[in-house]
């Protein structure tokens, strides 16, 4: 059973930095698609980066491309999300969810993404 926990929410300044980071379990041996999603007040839930494990690759949502980073650490099965020059309209619920797929659906099958964490809050203030 995959689990998935997230962590490093909070509040800062426009233009500031945070790292989410998603605590994993459950998944070693197989290919799956990580991925970082978030939902704000009012709005659809949207995917911002993803990782495939099985080659290591990211693919990131336009309107993060350049500030935000998505990596895994294997030793700590944890996934990140560094979130560098954070605008207020990055404000939201930010849940980490992975899905057993092969590399082309990651990040275009949200259906795939069976497993899902709580979500960690970010506020950004301007």
């Known amino acids: 059973q995959v689990q998935l926990a997230e962590s490093g929410g909070g509040s800062v300044q426009a233009g500031g930095s945070l790292r989410l980071s998603c605590a994993t379990s459950?998944?070693?041996?197989?290919?799956?698609?990580l991925g970082w999603f978030r939902q704000a007040p009012g709005k659809e839930r949207e995917g911002v980066a993803y990782f495939y494990t099985g080659y290591g690759t990211t693919h990131y949502a336009d309107s993060v491309k350049g500030r935000f980073t998505i990596s895994q650490d294997n030793a700590k099965n944890t996934l990140y999300l560094q979130m560098n020059s954070l605008k207020p309209e990055d404000t939201a619920m930010y849940y980490c969810a992975a899905g057993l797929m092969d590399w082309p659906r990651c990040g275009r099958d949200y259906y795939g993404m069976n497993y899902w964490g709580k979500g960690t809050l970010v506020t950004i203030s301007s």
């Open positions: 459950g998944y070693t041996g197989s290919t799956y698609c």
